[in-house]
């Protein structure tokens, strides 16, 4: 079951997704003691995380607390443009109070596997878990051809049943990733997809409404198996669905 959240505009999308956000972390805060949360690239999440880093949210959520990990990333050095996780540095970790200890980042400049296994390891030792955790919240965007994290269209990582994390040399791209994978994603607690735009309103109607086609729309992958699904989008996106 999906829970749809339409914002009329971009900054209300913004804004509603960081007000999400820090209401996921207050639930987490209050009831086990910390906050766990797997953060998405792409352009996006870009303003929501610099939303996240103003002193408003600053004071809402207890980053000292906070554990931040990401659900997939380009294998590039830390400092590359195309990189996940320097987009998050420069626009929430360089501005909010989070304890370094307390960020995950995936070594996209290792050898893919090794970087996979490692992360994979680095989730286990602090969730003390030996099947998927369950992550407080992680965020997913979703590609115009219906893929999430690093699980695109055709590849074997869709098919994963055992790992948590692997490697994933994406053809179309012509890159390697390391990603997520569907067992460690639907094992989370809430599980968020962020879209906009009129470019992604064909695709979530065709993940939300079309056929089952899991190897050809890889977000349709995503049904928590204990958790809730959320859908963040602004009215752009979500046209063709509201249409029906």
Known sequence: ??????????????????????????????????????????????PIYARLADAEFQQRIDWTRTHIFFGDERCVPPDDTRSNYRMARETLFDHAPIPSENIYRIRGEDDPALAALMYEQEI????????????????????????TASLFPGTAALREKTRWVVPQYVE???????????????????????????????????????????????????????????????????????AQ
Request: include cysteine; proline fraction near 6%.
């Open 124 to 147: 286990q030792r602090l969730f003390r878990a030996s099947s998927p955790p369950a992550f407080d919240l992680i965020l997913l965007g979703m590609g115009e051809n219906g893929h």
């Open 172 to 242: 179309v791209m012509q890159t390697w990733r390391v990603t997520f994978t569907a067992p460690l994603i639907n094992a989370a607690r809430q599980v968020a997809f962020l879209a906009e735009g009129a470019g992604k309103a064909q695709m979530l109607w065709n993940v939300l409404k079309g056929p089952y086609q899991p190897d050809v729309l890889p977000s349709q992958l995503i049904q928590p198996t204990r958790g809730e699904l959320h859908w963040l989008v602004d009215a752009a996106a979500a046209e063709k669905v509201n």
């Open 1 to 46: 079951m999906s829970n749809l959240h339409v914002f009329s505009d971009n900054k209300s999308f913004v804004n509603g997704s960081a007000e999400f956000i820090a209401e996921c972390a207050a639930r987490a805060l209050d009831e086990r003691g910390r906050f766990t949360i797997a953060l998405s690239g792409g352009g996006t999440p870009r």
